[in-house]
């Protein structure tokens, strides 16, 4: 059974400071991961997907990395902004063939202050 | 991408009743999902909607609690029935984009059960 783990639970950094967000997993043989991020009470932004082929992706100050031997994934933000405040969520299907289910960490709330 | 509307975007409900929740994409899509949750936790796969045919739920949940009906590929909708304070929840729906298994997500159900 496919596992996620986010860390940290929680941050708190001040404007403009470059941060690193952790997302591991137990079942390395994925097809895929996705970030999303969530604001308080509503649902779910999808940010960047990695294919299980590719190392990376970027988009715009954000950038996902994918070690998928050691089971791991980083998002990367460049010069935080107070806007950047929410719940970041990683996701990887679940094991046992389906590409579609997805099993979600329990997300890093991050706080970016002016 | 996929652009996904939920209705209602909240609701407040006595225990005892059921609530059908509508989910609706802008494009015909054939994977198409419900998930909870429940508060201060992440989501939680409950089924796949599929069209034509019986949901495929996860275990834990089962039809009779959480009827879906799928009438066609842009449309689906989440019955909670028989609610209690612990269905008190997130409901969100969302749908994969076969080209690259990309998941989209709907702005979320906000259930209170009093």
């Known amino acids: 059974k496919q596992e996620v783990t986010q860390i940290p639970a929680a941050l708190s950094v001040p404007e403009g400071e470059n941060l690193v967000l952790n997302c591991s997993f137990t079942d390395s043989a994925i097809y895929n991961l996705q970030w999303f991020r969530q604001d308080p009470g509503k649902g779910l932004t999808s940010l960047l997907l990695i294919q299980s082929s590719q190392r990376e992706q970027t988009s715009g100050r954000l950038n996902a990395s994918l070690d998928k031997s050691s089971g791991r994934s980083t998002l990367y933000i460049a010069a935080s902004q107070p806007g950047d405040s929410a719940t970041y969520l990683c996701?990887?299907?679940?094991?046992?063939?389906?590409?579609?289910?997805?099993?979600f960490g329990k997300g890093t709330l991050l706080t970016v202050n002016p | 991408s996929a652009v996904i509307s939920q209705k209602p975007s909240r609701d407040i409900c006595q225990r005892g009743t059921s609530l059908t929740i509508q989910c609706q994409v802008d494009s015909q899509v054939t994977m198409m999902f419900w998930y909870r949750q429940q508060p201060g936790q992440s989501l939680t796969l409950i089924a796949t909607?599929?069209?034509?045919?019986?949901?495929?739920?996860e275990s834990g949940f089962v039809i009779d609690k959480f009827p879906i009906s799928r009438p066609n590929l842009t449309f689906s909708t989440l019955t909670v029935s028989n609610m209690s304070p612990e269905d008190s929840s997130i409901y969100l729906c969302?749908?994969?984009?076969?080209?690259?298994?990309?998941?989209?997500f709907g702005p979320g159900t906000r259930l209170t059960v009093l």
């Open positions: 909607a599929n069209q034509g045919s019986e949901a495929t739920y």
């Open positions: 969302s749908v994969a984009v076969a080209a690259n298994n990309e998941q989209f």
């Open positions: 996701a990887v299907p679940n094991s046992g063939g389906s590409n579609y289910k997805l099993t």
